[in-house]
């Protein structure tokens, strides 16, 4: 087997042009690619095997130079698949865009609904002062069916729900209709008022951190109702015993 007729070894060589570089040899012909000489000693090719030493590299020619940049397409990337590239799984399959999708925040959060969800009770104060002598006078009808027994309780009982109902489901449609991505949940209403309108303000302040107008307006309602009712016990407590106390010293 005649050794002396293998290739040369790709790696720096002096330049066969004549300049005090090294020219890269690429194992089948001359390239561009030039350096300067190390200022260490250069790493040898490593010597061939056998009694025979590899054939110096042919000399380089312009057509060569040439030749070499049509091969290895010098100066230019290759843009097509990686080698093994359609061996890695895919994720998805959608198309990723490099520009983040935004939409526009909502200009508008108020209803209403929930304004009247605010004020309930108010509401139902009223709707308790206007109905209440009819709701008292069947509970005290001896003379009454089993019927007229319910209706009074029905209404005390069921009204307010269905109202309050009426509202969750107007004000979820108005909000998703003003652009809100995230609404409440209608259940939160089975709770009372309060825990829907707790519910809709983080939902609404998450998005455009504003709205918690309706709640505090209840809350206000609730706790000055509750001083005002406390502060009306107080009093007439007082009137009744300082008639009390006259009444005594006469």
């Given amino acids: 087997m005649?050794?002396?007729?293998?290739?040369?070894?790709t790696g720096w060589y002096p330049d066969p042009a004549g300049s005090d570089r090294q020219r890269w040899w690429s194992g089948v012909a001359w390239t561009d690619h030039v350096r300067d000489v190390?200022?260490?000693t250069p790493v040898t090719p490593p010597a061939a095997t056998g009694h025979s030493v590899p054939s110096a590299p042919a000399q380089w020619s312009a057509s060569d130079a040439a030749a070499s940049r049509a091969s290895v397409?010098?100066?230019?990337?290759?843009?097509g698949p990686l080698p093994g590239a359609s061996d890695f799984p895919t994720r998805g399959g959608g198309s990723f865009s490099a520009t983040p999708t935004f939409f526009e925040l909502p200009t508008r959060w108020h209803t209403v609904s929930v304004w009247l969800l605010a004020v309930s009770p108010i509401v139902f104060a009223v709707l308790l002062i206007g109905i209440g002598p009819?709701?008292?006078a069947g509970l005290f009808d001896i003379n009454a069916s089993a019927f007229g027994y319910l209706v009074p309780a029905v209404l005390g009982l069921v009204l307010p729900l269905l109202l309050c109902t009426a509202w969750v489901m107007r004000d979820r449609r108005q909000?998703?209709?003003f652009g809100f991505r995230r609404l409440p949940s209608p259940f939160w209403i089975l709770l009372g008022p309060l825990a829907y309108l707790i519910a809709r303000t983080v939902h609404v302040?998450?998005?455009v951190r504003r709205g918690g107008g309706p709640l505090w307006t209840y809350l206000a309602i609730v706790v000055g109702s509750t001083v005002l009712t406390f502060a009306l016990r107080v009093l007439v407590l007082a009137l009744l015993t300082s008639g009390h106390s006259a009444l005594i010293s006469r």
């Fill in 2 to 9: 005649d050794v002396s007729a293998r290739p040369t070894p």
């Fill in 38 to 40: 190390p200022l260490a």
């Fill in 73 to 79: 397409g010098y100066g230019s990337v290759s843009r």
């Fill in 134 to 136: 009819f709701v008292l």
């Fill in 175 to 177: 909000l998703q209709e």
């Fill in 205 to 207: 302040m998450g998005t």
